[in-house]
């Protein structure tokens, strides 16, 4: 069983809609969570990052962390189609946010 | 600022080979992680450095290595290619220890 499990997808959905990504992980010692997009034929971009059980937004953008449950999510409000993307949630063990463990990511697509 | 620039974007190698990957991180950032990227096992972390020390290390065989100059330029080695190495290798560099990392574009290596 992976550490970080993540639906593949494909997810699409209509412009405009509320899109939920979710990542599920086994390891509790995983600390600092992280939402990267990767657009095809690039390396993945940072979207947010949190540490803490809660909500952190940031624009249309997000991310809950419960840790309790080893659970986190990142919401996209009024999605666009320029949000089609791989979505992939990283975690890290250590202060320093390196050696990022990565679900396998969703491929999301946004229809005009 | 230039982003982190990998070299070279494509490469095509036969089994038995031996392949070098040049990065070079954000100007003034210190820390250079490489990761593997396969539509199998996603993104994996192969390994970090900093100030020329490898810091960690993922679950590779000792056939991936790396090294890190003083300008923080990083290269990483493949020798003995298999066909399972034919991947997206990215490479992401950070300023400090916690400091979030930001990924260059990749290498894709192919193995024939």
């Given at each position: 069983q992976k550490e970080v499990e993540q639906d593949p997808g494909p997810l699409s959905v209509p412009e405009g809609a509320i899109v939920s990504l979710n990542c599920t992980?086994?390891?509790?010692?995983?600390q600092y969570f992280m939402w990267y997009r990767q657009y095809s034929r690039k390396g993945p971009e940072l979207l947010m990052y949190t540490?803490?059980?809660?909500?952190?937004e940031d624009g249309r953008f997000t991310a809950q962390v419960d840790k309790?449950?080893?659970?986190?999510?990142?919401f996209i409000r009024d999605s666009q189609p320029s949000d089609s993307a791989t979505y992939l949630c990283a975690m890290s063990r250590d202060t320093g946010r390196r050696a990022l463990t990565f679900g396998s990511g969703t491929r999301l697509q946004v229809q005009p | 600022k230039a982003g982190v620039t990998q070299t070279p974007r494509y490469l095509?190698?036969?089994r038995g080979q031996q392949v070098t990957l040049s990065c070079s991180p954000i100007s003034g950032h210190r820390s250079?992680?490489?990761y593997q990227q396969t539509p199998g096992q996603g993104l994996?972390?192969?390994?970090?450095?900093?100030?020329?020390?490898?810091?960690?290390?993922g679950n590779f065989p000792g056939r991936f290595s790396g090294r890190q100059f003083s300008n923080s330029r990083s290269e990483m080695n493949v020798s003995t290619l298999e066909l399972g190495d034919s991947a997206l290798y990215l490479c992401?560099?950070?300023?400090?220890?916690?400091?979030?990392q930001y990924f260059g574009p990749g290498t894709r290596l192919t193995v024939l």
């Amino acid at each position: 069983q992976k550490e970080v499990e993540q639906d593949p997808g494909p997810l699409s959905v209509p412009e405009g809609a509320i899109v939920s990504l979710n990542c599920t992980y086994s390891n509790s010692a995983f600390q600092y969570f992280m939402w990267y997009r990767q657009y095809s034929r690039k390396g993945p971009e940072l979207l947010m990052y949190t540490y803490s059980s809660g909500n952190k937004e940031d624009g249309r953008f997000t991310a809950q962390v419960d840790k309790s449950s080893k659970y986190i999510s990142l919401f996209i409000r009024d999605s666009q189609p320029s949000d089609s993307a791989t979505y992939l949630c990283a975690m890290s063990r250590d202060t320093g946010r390196r050696a990022l463990t990565f679900g396998s990511g969703t491929r999301l697509q946004v229809q005009p | 600022k230039a982003g982190v620039t990998q070299t070279p974007r494509y490469l095509i190698k036969t089994r038995g080979q031996q392949v070098t990957l040049s990065c070079s991180p954000i100007s003034g950032h210190r820390s250079v992680s490489w990761y593997q990227q396969t539509p199998g096992q996603g993104l994996q972390f192969l390994f970090e450095y900093f100030s020329e020390t490898q810091r960690n290390k993922g679950n590779f065989p000792g056939r991936f290595s790396g090294r890190q100059f003083s300008n923080s330029r990083s290269e990483m080695n493949v020798s003995t290619l298999e066909l399972g190495d034919s991947a997206l290798y990215l490479c992401a560099s950070s300023y400090r220890d916690s400091d979030t990392q930001y990924f260059g574009p990749g290498t894709r290596l192919t193995v024939l």
